[in-house]
């Protein structure tokens, strides 16, 4: 089951405490997050590198909800097969690191995960004209991807609607996920606009209560 009602609150590992990741993951398990995004950087795509398989491993072993892992690497077809070995229900990656998208798209299918294509700031809606039939997911970019902790770009609330438009217009039907900048302050009009999937690193791992936080997030309704 990969969730029950909207919106899926996916908390960002990146900003969890890693010298105390088993604490960290404990709390979202028994928080009402939905999912745990792990972000997956390789120092190519982006300017920073994050981490791999030994602690995805340790997150695979400890994490009681689906792992939503957002790949932010140069040519992911390599290893897609692997991320799935270590717990991927929903494998995302970068329009803009694919050459051959509806292959890969294809490819993350056949592995039994769910495959989301993912928008930097800069790229338009219109670029999923002809892949949005095939996609699980689209997660949009609020942020250039690289970091944690940055400021959010309002221009993604329009870009929402025009996913919901695209939908429409092609009769299909994909997850709508924001990803960056998210709080408390603009997550009611992300839900409202349309988005379905919330992920929040800084947000939530750096608020006092983490566990109030993500149940804040959970009960907007659109
Ligand atoms: C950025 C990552 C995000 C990031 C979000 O490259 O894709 O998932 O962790 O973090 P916040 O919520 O702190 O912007
Ligand atoms: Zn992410």
Redesign the pocket.
């Known amino acids: 089951m990969l969730y029950n009602r909207f919106p899926i609150i ?1 908390p ?4 969890a405490d890693f010298g105390n990741l088993h604490r960290d993951i404990e709390m979202v398990n028994n928080s009402e997050a939905d999912w745990f ?1 792990i ?1 997956v ?1 390789d120092g190519l795509f ?1 300017p ?1 590198i ?1 981490f791999g398989f030994p602690v995805l491993k340790h997150i695979q072993k400890h994490a009681k909800k689906p792992l939503d892992v ?1 790949l ?1 690497i140069v040519d992911p077809d390599r290893y897609l097969e692997r991320f799935r070995e270590h717990g991927a229900e929903v494998i995302s990656v970068h329009y803009e690191a694919c050459t051959h998208l509806h292959r890969t798209v294809q490819a993350i299918k056949k592995i039994g995960a769910k495959a989301g294509v ?1 928008l930097n700031p800069h790229s338009p809606v219109s670029l999923l004209e002809e892949i949005i039939p095939d996609v699980d997911l689209v997660l949009l ?10 400021s ?1 770009i309002e221009s993604t609330l329009g870009k929402i609607v025009l996913i919901k438009e695209l939908m429409e217009r092609k009769n299909t039907d994909a997850l709508i996920e924001v ?5 408390l302050e603009n997550a009611p009009r992300l839900v409202k606009a349309g988005a379905q999937v919330l ?8 608020s006092p209560d983490p566990v109030k936080t993500i149940s804040s997030l959970k009960s907007l309704s659109a």
């Open positions: 996916a960002s590992i990146l900003s995004h972000d950087m982006v920073n994050s957002h932010m993912v970019m609020s942020v250039n991807p690289g970091f944690g902790g940055q959010f990803d960056g900048g998210i709080t992920v929040a690193g800084y947000t939530i791992f750096v």
